[in-house]
């Protein structure tokens, strides 16, 4: 007997999936999704749904007072006959750090593994298979209850979409600097991987894209001075030959590929450092050629050259090369994620 | 005929709707809602509706990047044939506002008076009448649009929900102080009411009240010195008889009842001063009795006695009295907003 429910329509949803040939990020939907309510210190039984929209109250405090915390992960399952989940563990540890931060139950590990391998497992026969493709799967937990006191939810509801995607080609873009306008200071919750983070970074993101850039860089709170992050990606420069990123300086969000990086350069012999950067300092670096190459990481573009920073009056700064360490380290980190090469780290876990 | 649509069931269930005696503040939801989407640069025709939930994607950018900005206000019906908004061009503004902050599109005028009206008419049958209650609306727009790319949804939803509220009858409770968490950053969101805001302050005010206070009392950002807000409501102090509060830092929401108390004050003989306030010198002054008073003020609670500051260690600042000054511009206003007085800033408007 199965550990959580299967709804009436799910077979029919799956009969009715056809792959596409096109699938971007986030523009195919998985057609099922998996839910589990809480109640009273409990959490119910959780089900396997056929994906759709969902119910909400207008008050809710997931609307009103945006108390929904958030991951995302890839199953990969390339040239192997199940899917392979990367490093979901520490997934499912941020989530939980992620929810006390804003003070919400904690989704236990086994319930987070129950809703990830639901979905996964359902989604097994059309998880995209080239290099570089994945099942994309998206957590999350918010608060259900209405009203307008100060204070979380009593009711919570976790969930797991997905997303058959395909790696992201975006070329080497160029970052708007962010100069004015402020993401997350220390004390707050960039952090954590919580929906309000990215209410702060909409408009400098929106105004990027439409200058020609991908994104925003972020500078701290405080003195607008050290590099943060970019909106939804960490960032690393390679400064004579060996690979730097900011420190986590309380506001930075760790990445879990932020992290893989920095454990898998040294083995392709580039010493890390994790430092304050000092905006100024990089762009002289660049200027320079001490700095030759720019990326940013995440989960979803793995590791994204970075084409040069744009300053508000455009003046952009270019380094010397693009995509050849970040070239290296993508694919390295692709042969750990798809199984073509040992998995030294134990961040590979197959799906039964 | 109307300019905007009545669906069908709106007739029932405002013929099943009772008012209960006891409302609180948002225990109780009016049986209608308006509701006008927004999609490829146009606002379509707005449409009524029974209350009941809402169907959103569970990728929707308002889950899960808090794309939602929100405003409250008060239809009063007190010993009048008719509803009186208080300040609601005030309100359509700074929604207004927070909408540019987030780059979302705003909402027009026109559209946002016709949801206020058409939800306060419906309603004015059983809008409450006693002094101190009314009809609170809260109007709000949001992402509709699914995708993970951070960037604004491309389509978007303005609603308004109510409830008949009473008079919150709170005593005089005590906050607590936070000299660790951070609520906004100047060149942050903190000036505009978007729902990511109160993300950030769920955990101080959700501890605050389980450790018997009201709600958290933020201080600045970057020193930890400065007072900012309480979480959703201004903050004043009594000092020498005059009025303090802090200056609008580019953190601090700009209350409108915190705008509306500064130009009753002076009338009432209460010179008033907006300025940085610093929490110890204040901790100070509540001691050598020179703060004689503290409270703080917002459209749900009008004007909030406060009985002490709380430190994280429970050490309580008490000011000698509570409640004095805090009743006269309480009684002043809501004199004005049930028009039992004088309007003399043209700030009530009737509901024809």
Redesign the interface.
Known sequence: MSAYDIAPGVDAALAAFTLPEKLG???V?APV?FSAEWEEGTWRRGILLP?G???????SR???????V?E?LKAYKVGQSRANLFRAQDNCRRMQRSAE????PVVPETLFFQGIKAVTRACAPFIPARSGQSLYL?P?L?GTE???????SKSFRF?V?A?PVESYATGAPTVAIER????A?????GTVK??????????A???A?ARGHT?ALWLD??E?RYIQEL??MNFFAVIDGELHTPELDGAILPGITRDSLLKLAPRLGYAVHERPMALDELLGQIGSGRCSELFACGT?AIVMPIGGLAEPDERTFRPAQTDQVAARLRTALLAVQERREPDPFGWVREVA
């Open positions: 990020f986030g523009a939907t999704m994906y929209r969902i119910e909400v109250w207008p008050g997931v609307l009103q007072y945006a108390e929904l958030f995302g931060r804003l003070a919400m998206r999350f918010y209405s009203g307008y006191l100060l204070r979380n969930m979409i997303n004015q306008e402020v993401r200071a220390q004390g707050g919750i919580a929906s309000a983070n990215y209410a702060a970074s909409l408009r993101s929106s105004r894209l994104v709170a405080t607008h909106s939804g979803a």
